[in-house]
């Protein structure tokens, strides 16, 4: 009997939220608003951003779609437009009516003016995310190329999860003699050059290519909008890190907060492995990613590892 009243429950939970969105759509239909400092959570795929993300959004004050939002921001400007050559988007691109759907979908979706949104393309589109919105805040989870590397390798064994989107790839995909037949995570310039590689390789191209586009976006963003932090800090010292992050975005840290970020790390999300740190040398694949650090000297040293 119970379980018939938590399925009536939960029936009723999302008829309610239909409601919600309904009425929201037409409010806004009558009465456009506009976003406030929305925050984008960036960084390379499988360095934390999610869990950057998740932690973001607990917070009462803003609004989260709690998903990742790279569908909605392709279909504005499909890759296929630009000849498959990255899933960066140029600022040049940025307009009233992107500025527009953008709203309307985290406003519907929300409630919320002021929002927080991830997606790890994103990470190759600042200049364009803050031409849109001049006022946003970045935060940008950074993790030592070790560790990243050897998450990304066992990322790209998960094609169904991560490699869907890239089944119409104009290019033949067949990294390591075949063994990876789909491209997965994100597209940037130069990624032809790498469909017949070996993985550590594809993985390293990918480190390299996101975070120097991060960093060179860096210097379009004012610095008070701008917000970083190291996979390894959060590990260490979770609750300090995020009141630091939260207090910098305007956003208070609430005893809530405070106590979620505490517990944090005991439940990681979409982790492949125990959380830690240095885990590559370890790992399976240690002797692929040693290779592959060797052509990382630049970037790694930029980003302060």
């Not at 190759?124 to 989870?141: E, G, K, T």
């Amino acid at each position: 009997m119970n379980g018939f009243f938590v399925k009536v429950n939960k029936t009723a939970k999302h008829y309610e939220a239909l409601a919600r969105f309904a009425v929201r759509k037409v409010r806004f239909a009558i009465s456009p608003v506009t976003l406030k400092q929305p925050i984008f959570v960036v960084g390379c795929s499988r360095a934390g951003t999610t869990l950057v993300y998740k932690t973001f959004s607990e917070s009462k004050e803003l609004g989260s779609l709690q998903k990742e939002t790279h569908d909605f921001w392709a279909s504005l400007h499909p890759v296929t437009q630009r000849n498959w050559s990255s899933h960066e988007i140029p600022k040049t691109l940025a307009c009233e009516d992107d500025h527009q759907q953008a709203t309307r979908l985290f406003y519907t979706g929300t409630g919320q003016r002021r929002i927080v949104d991830k997606n790890n393309q994103n990470g190759l589109s600042i200049p364009y995310l803050h031409r849109l919105f001049p006022d946003a805040h970045f935060v940008f989870i950074k993790r030592s190329p070790g560790d990243n590397i050897e998450s990304l390798i066992k990322g790209w064994g998960k094609a169904a999860e991560f490699g869907t989107w890239s089944d119409d790839l104009p290019e033949k995909v067949s990294i390591d003699n075949g063994t990876y037949q789909n491209w997965c995570f994100f597209l940037a310039e130069g990624w032809r050059n790498y469909c017949q590689s070996t993985i550590e390789n594809v993985c390293a191209f990918q480190y390299a290519a996101i975070n120097r586009a991060i960093l060179d976006a860096r210097e379009e963003v004012p610095s008070k909008q701008w917000h970083e932090v190291s996979y390894e800090a959060l590990l260490v010292s979770p609750v300090d890190e995020f009141r630091r992050l939260f207090e910098a975005c305007g956003l208070n840290f609430t005893p809530a907060l405070e106590q979620h970020c505490s517990e944090v790390l005991n439940k990681p999300y979409n982790t492949f492995s125990t959380i830690g740190v240095d885990k590559w040398r370890k790992g399976e694949n240690s002797d692929r990613v040693a290779s592959a650090l060797k052509k990382l000297d630049a970037i790694t040293a930029d980003l302060g590892y």
